[in-house]
Nanobody, 124 residues
Framework: QVQLVESGGGLVQAGDSLRLSCAAS????????MGWFRQVPGKERAFVAA????????WYVDSVKGRFTISGDNARNTVYLQMNSLKPEDTAVYYC?????????????????WGQGTQVTVSS
């Protein structure tokens, strides 16, 4: 059974930084792609960033390029999202996701496993 457990959310001010973590349990679990999505009330879950396991490729939505960095720790089966220069519009519930298939990284339908979500609130 694969579980994704996120941590690191919180309340910060505009311009501050946060680092989200997502640990994947399951002794033999080896993801192909891990990603981060975010959701605000009344809107669909939206792609934020993704990484091909092993760090051979990363992808970002335009609005976070230059501010967010996704990285992975193979030994710990953990993916991180370093978020700098946070803006109020980054406020959302952030979800970690994983897939073992080579598929479209930006579509939530490509992912088989999801975390429970962690709230990030950025005040102005």
């Amino acid at each position: 059974q694969v579980q994704l457990v996120e941590s690191g959310g919180g309340l910060v001010q505009a311009g501050d930084s946060l680092r989200l973590s997502c640990a994947a349990s399951g002794r033999t679990f080896r993801p192909y792609i891990m990603g981060w999505f975010r959701q605000v009330p009344g809107k669909e879950r939206a792609f934020v960033a993704a990484i091909r396991w092993g760090g051979t490729a990363t992808w970002y939505v335009d609005s976070v390029k230059g501010r967010f960095t996704i990285s992975g720790d193979n030994a710990r089966n953990t993916v991180y999202l370093q978020m700098n220069s946070l803006k109020p519009e980054d406020t959302a519930v952030y979800y970690c996701a994983a897939t073992q298939k080579p598929s479209g990284y930006a579509s939530q339908n490509s992912y088989d496993y999801w975390g429970q979500g962690t709230q990030v609130t950025v005040s102005s």
